[in-house]
Nanobody, 127 residues
Framework: QVQPVESGGGLVQAGGSLRLSCAGS????????MGWFRQAPGKEREFVAA????????YYADSVKGRFTISRDNAKNTVYLQMDSLKPEDTAVYSC????????????????????WGQGTRVTVSS
């Protein structure tokens, strides 16, 4: 499987915004739920958000609900994560991943549900 490629990370002040992109490949990209996860230093990987194959369903972790928005453009094989009102505790490496099975809903938050992972992009939020 070809790994998705994340971009858009960087350094931002608290209260600022960033938009992450996850570029997939292949004709079947639009058939899969995609998720964003993050991992802070010394912590376990954490679910952030997921979007179903059509873009009609989304699911967020409570910690980011109302601040982050996940979306996708299947014509461009790309998933986005718009992050607003960033906090220092959002600092982490953010990775996107493709769910194991095609179609279905967005309600999958366990990393084990996803089998194709990108390398990640680092987000640092300064106070």
């Amino acid at each position: 499987q070809v790994q998705p490629v994340e971009s858009g990370g960087g350094l931002v002040q608290a209260g600022g915004s960033l938009r992450l992109s996850c570029a997939g490949s292949g004709r079947t990209f639009s058939s899969y739920t995609m998720g964003w996860f993050r991992q802070a230093p010394g912590k376990e990987r954490e679910f952030v958000a997921a979007i179903n194959w059509s873009g009609g369903g989304t699911y967020y972790a409570d910690s980011v609900k109302g601040r982050f928005t996940i979306s996708r453009d299947n014509a461009k094989n790309t998933v986005y994560l718009q992050m607003d009102s960033l906090k220092p505790e959002d600092t982490a490496v953010y990775s996107c991943a493709r769910r194991r099975a095609q179609f279905g809903t967005a309600y999958f938050r366990a990393p084990a549900e996803y089998d194709v992972w990108g390398q990640g992009t680092r987000v640092t939020v300064s106070s």
